[in-house]
C-alpha cells in the first residue's frame, strides 16, 4: 500500500531510451525561449481502453519540457529537472492569479532549480554547476521554495498490485489538486510526469498518462510527440513490478480555494 516518505529520492534513466529526430544544435538562452515549448501535448490522445469506467486528468494547461529543450544538453541527468519544470509551467498557467492581480515566476532553469537546493542547504556547494540528478522530494523542496506549494511525497513499494493502489490516490489528486505529478523509482529509475489516470471496468487494470521528458531533438508537433510515445497512456500493469515508485503531488487546492 501506498504510504508517506518523506526523504526518498530515485536516480534516472541514462539514455536507454533511443533518441528520435535530426541533431540537437542548442540554442543561446533567452528570455522568451519557453514561448518554443509545446503547451498541453496531451490534448487528443484517444481514450486507453473502450472500458474504462473512470479517468482523472490535470485541469488547466503545462508545457512540455524535456532533454535540451533550452539548449542545455542535459541527457543522462537531466529528466527530474525536466518534468519539475513542467509541474512549474502548470503553476504559472493555470494555478498563479492572473495579472495585473497575480506575477508568476517563470519555470527555474536547471542552474536556478540547483542553486535553490544548495540555498536550501540540501545540497553542497559542488552540486551548482553539476550534471547531478534530482529525484521527487528535490522537486518538492524546489516548487516550495519559489512557489510556495507544499508537496506530498507518496512512496510505493513495488510495480503491480502496489502500485495500481495507489491509483485511487491518483484519482483523488487530479480531482482535488488538478496538477500534474511526479514520478521516479530505482530500478525503473527515470522520472516521469503524470498528467492523468484511467481505470477499467471490473478490476482489469489502470493506466497513467505519461509525459516523458527524454526526448532529445527539435521541437515536435503534437501528432509527433504522441505519435512517437513521448506522451501516451501506459499499462500500470507494464511498469517494472521490482522497482519502488515515489510520487510528488503538489498540493494546491488550499490556495485554489483560499
Known sequence: ???????????????????????????????????????????????????????????????????????????????????????????CQSWAPPPPKGK??????????????????????MFAGSREWIGTFEAALVLDYYYDVPCKVVHVRGGGVELERAVEELHQH????????????????SSKGILGVCTRHGGQGSYLLVMDPHYYGPRLEMTSVQGLGWVSWKKVGSLDHSSFYNLCLPQTSRKLNG
Open 104 to 125: 508568476c515566476r517563470p519555470p527555474p532553469s536547471l542552474p536556478e532549480i540547483q542553486h535553490a537546493l544548495v540555498a536550501m542547504g540540501d545540497k553542497l556547494a
Open 174 to 189: 487530479f480531482q482535488s489538486q488538478g496538477s500534474p505529478v511526479m514520478m521516479g523509482g530505482d530500478r525503473d529509475n
Open 1 to 91: 500500500m501506498a504510504n508517506l516518505e518523506e526523504n526518498i529520492s530515485e536516480r534516472i534513466d541514462w539514455g536507454e531510451k533511443a533518441v528520435v529526430g535530426e541533431k540537437h544544435k542548442g540554442t543561446e538562452r533567452n528570455a522568451d525561449w519557453t514561448g518554443t515549448l509545446l503547451n498541453n501535448a496531451h490534448i487528443g490522445l484517444p481514450s486507453p481502453a473502450p472500458d474504462v469506467v473512470k479517468c482523472s486528468l490535470i485541469s488547466g494547461e503545462c508545457l512540455y519540457f524535456h532533454y535540451g529543450c533550452d539548449g542545455q544538453d542535459d541527457r543522462g541527468w537531466g529528466c527530474g529537472y525536466r518534468t519539475l519544470q513542467t509541474m512549474a509551467s502548470w503553476l
